[in-house]
């Protein structure tokens, strides 16, 4: 891989923070509001210890409060009361997916992909773990399968260029990033991923052009400036990547010593 994209691929993990279980912009739209209170899920399994859809419900409820135990618990009872309750396989494997438990997750999906092979967020989650995995040429087949079956599922075209990336493929990765970006231009993370590939490219221009767009968003990202800082480095203008470096101080101590230490090395 690229040398100098190397050196950076380490802050693209603060660039791109890994989310699972978000849907396409259409999904999202019918989920919101169909979830109803912890309380309400709670007397209904008083009422009836074997409702599925209520355990199914609270679980729900659990990891969006981030208590993955109690998530995954639920889940689970879900499928000892319905083991055909195809959705459970999906929450059981985005619960283990947040658990760190990779390999588990996986086999939680593809029981859930049995029941659901057209599910384009179920493919996202797929692939989402193989990255994890370090499985990138496996990630790629995911997130192709994911935008094949919803081509406005931003997220698939932002993880399909990082994976890209991954694989020094870097004007594929661009390719994918303007393809996010056409469906989500506010996303900082695709801009900065974006200026990440194509510093990796050596146009660092584009690059720069790239992180600034990202910067203008989110002001205060630490690897934008990073980013940005070694960008200007790189074509020899040692006074704006020095002008980051003061920025970062104020932002990230640690990462602004480590741009300092790139500008003087």
């Known amino acids: 891989m690229n040398k100098n994209l190397v050196r950076i691929l380490f802050f693209a ?23 109803k209170s912890k309380e309400y899920y709670e007397k209904a399994i008083e009422k009836n210890p074997d409702d599925a859809k209520a355990h199914y419900g609270l679980g729900y409820i659990y990891y969006h409060e981030q208590k993955y135990d109690e998530s995954l618990k ?51 989650n797929i692939g989402m773990t193989y990255t994890e995995l370090n499985k990138n040429d496996n990630a790629l087949e995911e997130f192709k399968k994911t935008i094949e079956l919803d081509k406005q599922y931003p997220g698939a075209y932002e993880y399909l260029a990082y994976t890209y990336g991954h ?40 690059a720069a052009d790239a992180l600034k767009q990202g910067i203008k968003i989110d002001p205060k990202n630490p690897a934008g400036h990073y ?15 020095m002008h980051e470096y003061n920025v970062l101080k104020g932002i990230d101590e640690t990462i602004a010593n480590t741009l300092y230490g790139e500008i003087y090395q």
């Open 167 to 206: 694989l020094d493929q870097l004007y594929e990765s661009v390719g994918a990033y303007k393809k996010a970006l056409n469906l989500d231009p506010e996303n900082v993370k695709s801009h900065l991923g974006m200026g990440n590939a194509l510093y990796g490219l050596g146009h660092f221009k584009e």
């Open 74 to 124: 639920t889940y689970r009872r879900v499928a000892e009361i319905d083991p055909n309750y195809s959705s459970v396989y999906t929450g059981i494997g985005n619960a283990l997916y947040m658990m760190k438990e990779y390999d588990k997750a996986l086999e939680a999906y593809k029981v859930s992909l049995k029941y659901k092979p057209n599910s384009a967020k179920l493919h996202y």
């Open 227 to 241: 980013l940005l800082g070694l960008t200007y480095l790189a074509q020899g203008n040692r006074d704006s990547a």
């Open 13 to 35: 993990v603060i660039i791109l923070p890994i989310i699972i279980g978000l849907s396409s912009i259409s999904e999202r739209k019918k989920i919101k509001g169909s979830v």
